[in-house]
């Protein structure tokens, strides 16, 4: 317990308080008895801060995190959203962990090496994202996915993410940052019709303030790695 207080930044212990503060009051407000979806929550929110960190233990939190999102997502027909989570952005993240775990900075297994992408790979990795859109707004139509225009979006903006993540580009924060909105937008949608879902709203305004953290402390991390 030491250990990881002395980890982790004041700021940073300040936040992950903060979340799961607000998604815990938030879930026995609107919820009190879907406890998979404050499972979900509160390791996805562990997830991000161990992620600002670069540390490869955010991955694994990551992976639990999108089998328990599947499963949400599932159970209010978001299926874009299940089949991202889990076809998508799971597998990704065991990719993502293999990757990290392979590049740390000076040999330090707790913190990965920032990387710069090339041009090259600016330009596969948007033409990827929009066949990978085009594919899934096709499949979300053919399932009658229940709003789908944000759905689609959500699918655009989690594999440009997922795929960011895997390359160690201080921007897949950013790009998962405007995923949340897209969600939280979906969530506000859902909770019109089942309040208790305005707990998912807060997990994702919760997970918005800690991508822009984790986007900040990543550029500094790039900064004193050089």
């Not at 065991?94 to 990290?100: D, E, K, N, P």
């Not at 918005?208 to 402390?217: I, K, L």
């Amino acid at each position: 317990m030491r250990k990881a207080i002395n980890y982790f930044s004041k700021f940073e212990l300040a936040l992950w308080i903060t979340s799961v503060l607000l998604i815990t009051v938030s879930f026995l407000a609107f919820d009190r008895t879907n406890y998979l979806t404050l499972c979900a929550s509160l390791i996805g929110v562990t997830s991000l801060i161990f992620c600002a960190k670069g540390n490869p233990v955010g991955q694994i939190f990551m992976i639990i995190f999108s089998l328990l999102y599947g499963v949400i997502s599932y159970g209010f027909s978001y299926y874009g959203e299940m089949i991202t989570y889990l076809g998508m952005t799971m597998p990704m993240a065991v990719f993502s962990l293999i990757s990290w775990l392979k590049n740390p900075y000076k040999g330090k297994k707790s913190e990965v090496k920032v990387s710069k992408l090339k041009n090259s790979e600016k330009i596969i990795i948007s033409v990827l994202t929009v066949l990978v859109t085009t594919l899934f707004y096709f499949i979300l139509s053919y399932f009658n996915t229940a709003n789908i225009l944000p759905s689609t979006v959500s699918v655009t903006t989690s594999f440009a993410a997922a795929t960011l993540t895997f390359r160690r580009s201080p921007y897949f924060a950013l790009v998962y940052a405007m995923n949340d909105v897209v969600l939280i937008v979906l969530w506000v949608l859902a909770s019109m019709s089942e309040p208790r879902y305005i707990s998912v709203v807060v997990c994702f305004v919760a997970f918005f303030f800690n991508d822009v953290y984790c986007f900040v402390n990543w550029q500094k991390m790039k900064r004193r790695q050089k």
